[in-house]
T-cell receptor, first 115, second 112 residues
Framework: GAGVSQSPSNKVTEKGKDVELRCDPI?????LYWYRQSLGQGLEFLIY????????KSGLPSDRFSAERTGGSVSTLTIQRTQQEDSAVYLC?????????????FGAGTRLSVL | SQQGEEDPQALSIQEGENATMNCSYK?????LQWYRQNSGRGLVHLIL?????REKHSGRLRVTLDTSKKSSSLLITASRAADTASYFC????????????FGSGTRLLVRP
């Protein structure tokens, strides 16, 4: 497909376990973003990639959160030692940077539940 | 902290009526965008208005921007049941336009 793909769509894990969330952006999009959305809330910015580098990691809530992007394409968000407050929907978006005011294209998200 | 605040938080209208949602923000912006989110899905871009624009139309959507009041409104005319969704405003900051700061959203219910 041509859209942003995220996997898994749902993830249930136990407190203390590590999880990896994957994002496959639209081909050719140089910018990639991760957001977190708690139930009934707006989106909380986590991290921004331009190519493989992350100029802005300011939204990562703690050092348990990390992300990488390889080949200017797929990105992985890793949460170590998950806590119950990490439960949320994690959304990925990509953008053809510097065009049309940074319109972002979103995936359907990964719903993370930490028991 | 979130840049945008939206009101109302929830809105219920009858099909055919107009829906108006408002967004306020705090700092200087490059542009303001509106997105729609259906339940359990990702966000879809609806419309973008630049800081030097005051009004923009796209189909049944009308967006206004008042930079002096740091506010925007989204009007959906002749609403349909399929318009039922959450609507978010997002601002691209003047000094870091790559980043969008999202509001808390308005949940719109259009009753058939």
């Amino acid at each position: 497909g041509a859209g942003v793909s995220q996997s898994p769509s749902n993830k249930v894990t136990e407190k203390g376990k590590d999880v990896e969330l994957r994002c496959d952006p639209i081909s050719g999009h140089t910018a990639l973003y991760w957001y977190r959305q708690s139930l009934g809330q707006g989106l909380e910015f986590l991290i921004y990639f331009q190519g493989n580098s992350a100029p802005d990691k300011s939204g990562l809530p703690s050092d348990r959160f990390s992300a990488e992007r390889t080949g200017g394409s797929v990105s992985t968000l890793t949460i170590q030692r998950t806590q119950q407050e990490d439960s949320a929907v994690y959304l990925c978006a990509s953008s053809p940077q510097h065009r049309e005011g940074n319109i972002q294209y979103f995936g359907a998200g990964t719903r993370l539940s930490v028991l | 902290s979130q840049q945008g605040e939206e009101d109302p938080q929830a809105l219920s209208i009858q099909e055919g009526e107009n829906a108006t949602m408002n967004c306020s923000y705090k700092t200087s912006i490059n542009n303001l965008q509106w997105y729609r989110q259906n339940s359990g899905r990702g966000l879809v871009h609806l419309i973008l208005i630049r800081s030097n624009e005051r009004e923009k139309h796209s189909g049944r959507l009308r967006v206004t921007l008042d930079t002096s009041k740091k506010s925007s409104s989204l009007l959906i005319t002749a609403s349909r049941a399929a318009d039922t969704a959450s609507y978010f405003c997002a601002t691209a900051q003047m000094d870091s336009s790559y980043k969008l700061i999202f509001g808390s959203g308005t949940r719109l219910l259009v009753r058939p």
